[in-house]
Nanobody
């Protein structure tokens, strides 16, 4: 089965930090992986992209809402994608998901929940 397994979601106070991880299973971060990134779905909102590595640029892209606060990184040897979340805000409460396009197949995980609350 080809999927991501996310972890690291937790309750965090506003202004705090959290690091999310997701590890690919059934596939590898190789030349067949055209794009990978983090998405989130906030309560009552549609799923939105947060940070991605595109197929055409080694520099990651960030949504305006998280720019300068979140950092996406990857460890290809571990088949793992990370999201360092700094300065979290209450509107960051969401289920966070990894997604990749691997050999034309969209690969998703089941998500990890982040709750930002005092």
């Amino acid at each position: 089965q080809v999927l991501f397994v996310e972890s690291g979601g937790d309750l965090v106070q506003p202004g705090g930090s959290l690091r999310l991880s997701c590890t690919g299973s059934g596939f590898t971060f190789d030349s067949g992986t055209r794009m990978m990134g983090w998405y989130r779905q906030r309560p009552g909102w549609e799923r939105e992209w947060v940070a991605i590595f595109s197929a055409t640029d080694v520099r990651p892209k960030y949504a305006d809402s998280v720019k300068d606060r979140f950092i996406i990184s990857r460890d290809d040897a571990k088949n793992t994608l990370y999201l360092q979340m700094n300065g979290v805000k209450p509107d960051g409460t969401a289920d966070y998901y990894c997604e990749a396009v691997w050999k034309g197949l969209e690969v998703w995980g089941r998500g990890t929940r982040v709750t930002v609350s005092a």
